[in-house]
């Protein structure tokens, strides 16, 4: 069992920078795939970057690409994103996820996450 906690959200113009934090509980955290997803009102949930186990390997949807970075710590159980060049179209509600799946099953897809923090609501001004 995995509980995760995200932080960091808020009111950024455009052009601003934020960085979530979700941290995690347990003692497992390593053995998790992480994954952020964000959520628009009326849209789904989709997901904006995801990082392996021992942070070697990451992914970023295309509209995120080159503005945002994953991390995690493993010592501190936590992961970041890290958004700069923030626009509007970036508000969302973003969720912190855990998956058991290793990375080479590519796991990119809301489904294949276990368990999901509460979400945090970004919202970026024009």
């Known amino acids: 069992q995995v509980q995760l906690v995200e932080s960091g959200g808020g009111l950024v113009q455009a052009g601003g920078s934020l960085r979530l934090s979700c941290a995690a509980s347990g003692r497992t955290f390593s053995s998790y795939t992480m994954g952020w997803f964000r959520q628009a009102p009326g849209k789904e949930r989709l997901i904006v970057a995801a990082?392996?186990?021992?942070?070697?390997?990451?992914y970023y949807s295309d509209s995120v690409k080159g503005r945002f970075t994953i991390s995690r710590d493993n010592a501190k159980n936590t992961v970041y994103l890290q958004m700069n060049s923030l626009k509007p179209e970036d508000t969302a509600v973003y969720y912190c996820?855990?998956?058991?799946?290793?990375?080479?099953?590519?796991?990119?897809?809301?489904?294949?996450?276990?368990?999901w923090g509460q979400g945090t609501q970004v919202t970026v001004s024009s």
């Open positions: 996820a855990a998956a058991s799946t290793g990375w080479g099953l590519r796991p990119f897809m809301p489904t294949q996450y276990n368990y």
């Open positions: 990082i392996s186990r021992s942070g070697g390997s990451t």
